[in-house]
């Protein structure tokens, strides 16, 4: 079982919630053709899914083999991590309604 924060951080990598997280990782599995179809598998699945444990796996693999990557993509968690703000991005063609929020407390209507 990989380290519970690397779960965190593949979650967070597959959902793209953190700016610039998943392009580090793809950046770092450019060459290992594996390791990049993790990480495509893992894109949009659900934080408790295989996909994503996969990944933390992958990502547990990759910090081993490079100190540098580690030092990096532990940084840009702890960033965000520390900012305890929101970072939402919308990508496409949206069609309908879109809410973009952190601490809701009730419902929403529109």
Known sequence: MPDPVLVSIAAAAAGRAIAG?????KKQFADDEV????????EGAAEDSVEVRDLGVALEQAEAADSDFSERLRA?????????????????????????????SGGITF
Request: glycine share 8%.
């Open 21 to 25: 997280l998943y392009q580090l990782i």
């Open 76 to 104: 840009l968690w702890q960033q965000n991590a520390d900012n305890s703000g929101v970072t939402n991005q919308i990508s496409g063609t949206v069609h309908g309604n879109v809410v973009q929020a952190r601490d809701i």
């Open 35 to 42: 390791a990049t179809a993790v990480l495509e598998a893992a």
